[in-house]
């Protein structure tokens, strides 16, 4: 194998992992670490990854948020619908900024429920505001460019003049004892908010979460109620879930849609077994 092969061998494991370190990369080609350690400084000052202690990661940036609504469309509409089926009716939501709590909001507006929704995002208040057995309320703050949330004071402040019966949030990143990650400090400040007044957490997150780094500490999942994903989560996850008893919910995916998540999680179901 050549080096530039060797090379895209190496991006394409951590793209699937988020992180490898360089002895498991210089194990998995048996090569020494020297010569993996090249490689990888190679690739880093490309700029397509980024080292870190021991190892390397795909560089700490989000896709962009137009963008993430076309990746993994399948799980997260099967995410969401599993997450509409089981709210009651005439409950109060929080719903912050993400692309699969948005597919929530589609899935909740697709049903007769009458809820009272409490959100920073835009565009939940616009797929909710239509609904007239909803109670749309949209925070205040000030409006990002990338993705029309609304975050500072103002925002944090309108939440903490509500208690909500659940909270459904997205995230960024799972690591394997159960931390919760995510990209944006003003983001990650009003969900700290929506937490500490919703009366049970529900997390949802498409399987390639698992083990995803990024940069901001949100939490634990053990300050969630309920995990909602669309394949079985590692080993590790379970194990942080049942110490914390949080319930997991898998979704289905349709069997006829486009999706990325059968290969992904026939490795995670072996995980867990």
């Not at 909001?105 to 616009?126: D, G, H, M």
């Not at 289905?252 to 026939?266: F, K």
């Amino acid at each position: 194998m050549n080096e530039n092969t060797r090379k895209g061998q190496i991006l394409g494991l951590i793209e699937r992992r988020g992180y490898m370190s360089i002895e498991s990369l210089a194990a998995h080609f048996a090569l020494t670490q020297q010569t993996l350690r090249r490689d990888v400084n190679a690739l880093c000052q490309e700029g397509v990854l980024v080292r870190q202690h021991g190892g390397a990661s795909l560089p700490l940036l989000n896709s962009s948020y137009p963008g993430r609504h076309l990746e993994f469309a399948a799980e997260k509409t099967a995410i969401a619908e599993a997450v509409a089926a089981y709210l009651p009716d005439r409950a109060s939501l929080f719903m912050p900024l993400g692309t699969t709590v948005e597919a929530v909001a589609e899935a909740l507006a697709a049903t007769t429920k009458t809820l009272t929704v409490v959100t920073n995002s835009t565009e939940v208040a616009r797929i909710c505001w239509t609904r007239t057995s909803f109670e749309t309320v949209l925070t205040g703050g000030v409006v990002q460019h990338r993705n029309g949330g609304l975050v500072g004071r103002r925002a944090v402040e309108t939440i903490g003049d509500y208690r909500c019966d659940y909270l459904i949030c997205g995230i960024g990143g799972i690591e394997p004892d159960g931390a919760l990650l995510d990209f944006y400090e003003a983001e990650i400040a009003v969900m700290h908010a929506m937490m500490a007044n919703a009366r049970r957490r529900i997390l949802v997150a498409d399987h390639r979460k698992f083990g995803r780094i990024a940069t901001q500490r949100l939490g634990s999942l053990s300050d969630m109620h309920a995990l909602f994903t669309d394949a079985p989560p590692p080993a590790s996850v379970v194990a942080a879930t049942a110490r914390a008893g949080v319930e997991i919910v898998v979704a289905r995916v349709a069997s006829d849609a486009p999706t990325s998540a059968e290969t992904t999680a026939g490795r995670m179901a072996q995980d867990v077994s």
